[in-house]
């Protein structure tokens, strides 16, 4: 069974810092992508930022130079470094993964239960 396990999540400062991870467990061969969607109330999902095996990034315009995204391909994590943090940034922030293949399985795409980020004063 392979599960997408998300932590770090929680409530922030305006202009603080907090740093999100993403496990996937399971017998794990390969993941060709893995990255970082947020929702929040009442908007759509957007791609915050992913990351290909290789280590080639996509960062949203809206977080480029505040979040770094990172990949530990041996434990088959992503890490979502996210400074400067402003009160938009408040949202459900969900981990990805593309082109997983597992023991015996093939999935296209995997989601998170998703972690909460609040950012207020």
């Known amino acids: 069974q392979v599960q997408l396990v998300e932590s770090g999540g929680g409530l922030v400062q305006p202009g603080g810092s907090l740093r999100l991870s993403c496990r996937v467990s399971g017998s794990i061969f390969s993941i060709a992508a893995m990255g970082w969607y947020r929702q929040a109330p009442g908007k759509q999902r957007e791609l915050v930022a992913d990351?290909?095996?290789?280590?080639?990034?996509n960062i949203a315009d809206s977080v480029k130079g505040r979040f770094t995204i990172s990949r530990d391909n041996a434990k088959n994590t992503v890490f979502l470094q996210m400074n400067s943090l402003k009160p938009e940034d408040t949202a459900v922030y969900y981990c990805n993964g593309r082109g997983l293949v597992a023991a015996g399985l093939y999935l296209r795409d995997s989601w998170g239960q998703g972690t909460q980020v609040t950012v207020s004063s």
């Open positions: 990351i290909s095996s290789a280590g080639n990034t």
